[in-house]
C-alpha cells in the first residue's frame, strides 16, 4: 500500500540553524501538509500546498518558515533560524483529489532544537 | 473562536468491552467530521470519515455517530482489544485547504 515517507526521522540541531525535513507524498496525491506537534500537546496544522503554492498557512507558519517541492516528488518544509521552541515532532500529510478529505500522514521528523 | 474538545481523562476498559469515545465542537458548521488514531511516536492514522448527513457510519468493530444539533460525535470500538489502545483524535476541517484542526485526543488503554 502506497505510503508516505518522511526523512530523517530524528534531527537534532543547534538554535539559530537552518534545517530542512524532506517528504515522500503518495504518488498520485495533489494536496499536502505539514503539521507539527509538541510533545503532550495536540496535531496542529502548519501549511497546506497545491498545485505549486501555499494555499492556506496557519499563525505558527512566519516568515522563519517556508515549504516548496523542488523536483515534483519531494516536498520540504524549511525552517531558516530554529527556536527552542520548534521542538517538535513534525507529520507530512497527503491528499487525493479535491473528493477526497481524509489525510494520509508520514511517521514523522522528531526535531529536537538544543 | 472554534474549539474542538475531546475526554481529556485517559479511558481504560476491559478486553471485550465497548469503548465510547466522545467529541464535542463549538463555532464550526462542518460537512464531514473524521477520526484518526495515533499511536505514540507515529503520525495520526485515518478511521471514518462521517457526512452531516449520515447519522452513523460503520467499519468493522468501528462505529461513527454525528449529530449536529448536539455538535457532538461518538466514536464506539465494540469487541475492544489490547491492540485497539491508542489515543484516538477528532479532526474537522479548517479553512479552504482542508487542513485538519484535530482535538487534544482521548487515550484508550484496553487490558486482557
Known amino acids: 500500500e502506497p505510503e508516505v515517507t518522511q526523512t530523517p526521522s530524528h534531527q537534532v540541531t543547534q538554535m539559530g540553524q537552518e534545517v530542512i525535513l524532506r517528504c515522500v507524498p503518495i504518488?498520485?496525491?495533489?494536496?499536502f501538509y505539514w503539521y507539527r506537534q509538541i510533545l503532550g500537546q495536540k496535531v496542529e496544522f502548519l501549511v497546506s500546498?497545491?498545485?505549486?503554492?501555499?494555499?492556506?498557512k496557519s499563525e505558527i507558519f512566519d516568515d522563519q518558515f517556508s515549504v516548496e517541492r523542488p523536483d515534483g516528488s519531494n516536498f520540504t518544509l524549511k525552517i531558516r533560524s530554529t527556536k527552542l521552541e520548534d521542538s517538535a515532532m513534525y507529520f507530512c500529510a497527503t491528499r487525493g483529489s479535491g473528493l477526497s478529505y481524509e489525510q494520509y500522514f508520514g511517521p514523522g521528523t522528531r526535531l529536537t532544537v538544543t | 473562536s472554534q474549539k474542538i474538545e475531546q475526554n481529556s481523562e485517559a479511558l481504560n476498559i476491559q478486553e471485550g468491552k465497548t469503548a465510547t469515545l466522545t467529541c464535542n465542537y463549538t463555532n464550526y458548521s462542518p460537512a464531514y467530521l473524521q477520526w484518526y488514531r495515533q499511536d505514540p511516536g507515529r503520525g495520526p492514522v485515518f478511521l471514518l470519515l462521517?457526512?452531516?448527513?449520515?447519522k452513523e457510519k460503520r467499519k468493522e468493530r468501528l462505529k461513527v455517530t454525528f449529530d449536529t444539533t448536539l455538535k457532538q460525535s461518538l466514536f464506539h470500538i465494540t469487541a475492544s482489544q489490547p491492540a485497539d489502545s491508542a489515543t484516538y483524535l477528532c479532526a474537522l476541517v479548517d479553512g479552504s485547504g482542508y487542513a485538519l484542526n484535530f482535538g487534544k485526543g482521548t487515550s484508550l488503554l484496553v487490558t486482557p
Open positions: 462521517i457526512r452531516e448527513n449520515e
Open positions: 504518488s498520485n496525491h495533489l494536496y
Open positions: 500546498f497545491y498545485n505549486n503554492e501555499i494555499s492556506e
